[in-house]
């Protein structure tokens, strides 16, 4: 019931059933679970009792490996995408380095090279977009709540949460402000930590890097109304 092509691919399955390893290493320290899919060079390999994930590419999800049997549910397709999740679940990591730095947090979706690819703790994020949110990083488990959409949307947002940025490089500065939203390509591009925002337009700006609780509207503007 299992299905292991390449050099040591599913080595050490015991009682697991239903997976499928291709590749040099693929699902080589797999024992006791059921229904993985690890196709690619070390993909899976240091999964020892979890179940249900997909690993796709050289090196994804090549650290997973909680302690006790668990259902992982984590999708992970690209070069070296996931690589580093212990023992985080419900991830969707699509994209060469797509959230390859992320260790026990869970439920983040990122898509796109190098999306959400610094963030180790925090979580209930969504990247889409080559470098989306690329260097988020809570220090701490933190829901994060960030949703980035577009090519480096969010791209230098660190410990900033609750934001939603909709276009190409929207809120390209931004670092730790929180509960912005900018729509638009390049919207709110100069503000860095400001907060409660809400941005929409193509190269609309407000006031100061630190602008709080203000509304801008329009092509190219720069404005405030609070």
């Keep these: ?28 320290a797999t024992t006791d679970a059921d229904f993985n899919v690890g196709v690619g060079w070390g993909a899976l390999g240091a999964n020892t009792v ?16 909680p302690t006790t049997a668990t259902d992982m549910h984590n999708t992970a397709i690209g070069h070296g995408a996931g690589g580093a999740v212990t023992t985080g679940r419900f991830h969707v ?22 999306a959400l690819s610094a963030d180790t703790l925090g979580e209930n994020s969504v990247a889409v977009g080559d470098k989306a949110l690329n260097v988020q990083n809570q220090t701490t488990a933190t829901d994060a709540f960030n ?26 500065n931004l670092t730790s402000g929180s509960n912005n939203t900018y729509i638009g390509s390049l919207a709110g591009f100069n503000t860095t930590n400001g907060g409660n925002n809400v941005v929409v337009g193509h190269d609309c700006a407000l006031a100061g890097q630190s602008t709080t609780n203000a509304i801008g509207m329009g092509f190219e503007v720069t404005t405030q109304s609070n």
């Design 93 to 114: 990591l699509i994209g060469s380095e797509a959230g390859d730095a992320i260790t026990t947090a869970s439920s983040n979706v990122a898509i796109g090279y190098q």
């Design 147 to 172: 949703v980035a959409v577009g090519s480096s949307a969010g791209v230098a947002v660190n410990t900033g949460t609750e934001n939603t940025l909709v276009g190409a490089k929207a809120g390209f």
């Design 1 to 28: 019931q299992n299905t292991a092509v390449g050099y040591n691919a599913g080595l050490s399955i015991t009682t697991g059933v239903e997976n499928t390893f291709v590749g040099a290493t693929a699902g080589d």
């Design 50 to 65: 979890g179940s249900k994930s997909v690993a796709v590419g050289v090196g994804t999800l090549d650290a997973q490996n």
